[in-house]
C-alpha cells in the first residue's frame, strides 16, 4: 500500500532568503529576455518586463495555492512577456508606449490578450486568470 502524499505549504518550507526562493521557482528568470528576443534591442525591453514581473512572481510564493497553480501563473507569465514583445514589433504605436504603460493595456480586469500562436480555448481562459491576477496586483501596487 501506497501512502498517500501530504502537501505543505510552501512558506512553511522557505527560507526567509526571497531571492533564492525566486530562483528555485523561476531558475531561468534571467534568461526570458533572450527567449523573447526578436532582434537585440528587445533584450532591454524584455528585462523591463520582467522587473516589473518579478514583485508579482515573488508575490505569488507568499500565497497558499498548490506548486501546480504556481508554475501555471509562472508560465503564462512568460507568455505574456513574449506577447509583449511580439505585438511591439508589429505595432510601432505600441513600440513607442512605456513597458508599464504596455504591459496594463493588455492586461486587465477581464484578462490578458489573445496569445499567437492560437492557444485552445481552455488554455487561454486559464491565460486570462492569470493576467486577472496580475492587474489586480499591479492595481493594488499603485493605490496610495
Do not use: C
Not at 43 to 63: H, Y
Request: proline share 7%; no cysteine.
Amino acid at each position: 500500500m501506497v501512502a498517500k502524499r501530504k502537501t505543505v505549504p510552501l512558506t512553511a518550507i522557505v527560507p526567509s532568503d526571497a531571492g533564492a526562493v525566486l530562483d528555485a521557482y523561476v531558475p531561468d528568470l534571467a534568461n526570458w529576455p533572450t527567449t523573447w528576443q526578436i532582434e537585440p534591442a528587445d533584450i532591454a525591453v524584455g528585462q523591463r518586463i520582467v522587473d516589473l514581473l518579478t514583485p508579482f512572481l515573488t508575490d505569488l510564493l507568499t500565497q497558499s495555492v498548490a506548486d501546480k497553480t504556481r508554475r501555471r501563473h509562472r508560465d503564462h507569465l512568460w507568455m505574456l512577456g513574449g506577447e509583449i514583445i511580439r505585438r511591439r514589433h508589429e505595432d510601432f504605436d505600441l513600440a513607442s508606449l512605456p513597458i508599464e504603460t504596455l504591459l496594463l493595456q493588455m492586461i486587465d480586469d477581464e484578462g490578458g490578450p489573445l496569445i499567437w500562436p492560437r492557444i485552445t480555448e481552455t488554455e487561454q481562459k486559464a491565460f486570462d486568470t492569470t493576467a486577472r491576477k496580475l492587474y489586480r496586483f499591479l492595481m493594488q501596487a499603485q493605490e496610495p
